[in-house]
């Protein structure tokens, strides 16, 4: 099983941008297929953005679509979701995931590996 450590998160007014990123270790980095997910007090955790081993396929939630952008560094172990036009609704605790297999997925259960989780809150 692959660690994960998420950091990245922090404070930002409505319309900022925030990085995260997610370092895996233990294991073979490229041959996982990675997701983000959040979960906001009070809510379930839901899906945000995943890619695939290669970083060829992405694919986003209708929520963040076109302000959220996840990519991945092989050479460097390294997920990351880059977050512009944050709004108060993106406040969460973000958590990466990571799936073995090639394939992308959306599912949470589909993921293996899970890091501790980083907090983002967007103020107004």
């Known amino acids: 099983q692959v660690q994960l450590v998420e950091s990245g998160g922090g404070l930002v007014q409505a319309g900022g941008s925030l990085r995260l990123s997610c370092a895996a270790s233990?294991?073979?980095?490229?041959?996982?297929?990675m997701g983000w997910f959040r979960q906001a007090p009070g809510k379930e955790r839901e899906f945000v953005a995943a890619?695939?081993?290669?970083?060829?396929?992405?694919y986003y939630a209708d929520s963040v679509k076109a302000r959220f952008t996840i990519s991945r560094d092989n050479a460097k172990n390294t997920v990351y979701l880059q977050m512009d036009s944050l709004k108060p609704e993106d406040t969460a605790v973000y958590y990466c995931?990571?799936?073995?297999?090639?394939?992308?997925?959306?599912?949470?259960?589909?993921?293996?590996?899970w890091g501790q989780g980083t907090q983002v809150t967007v103020s107004l």
């Open positions: 233990g294991g073979t980095f490229s041959i996982y297929a």
């Open positions: 995931a990571a799936r073995p297999g090639t394939g992308l997925s959306t599912i949470a259960a589909n993921f293996g590996s």
């Open positions: 890619i695939n081993w290669i970083g060829a396929n992405t």
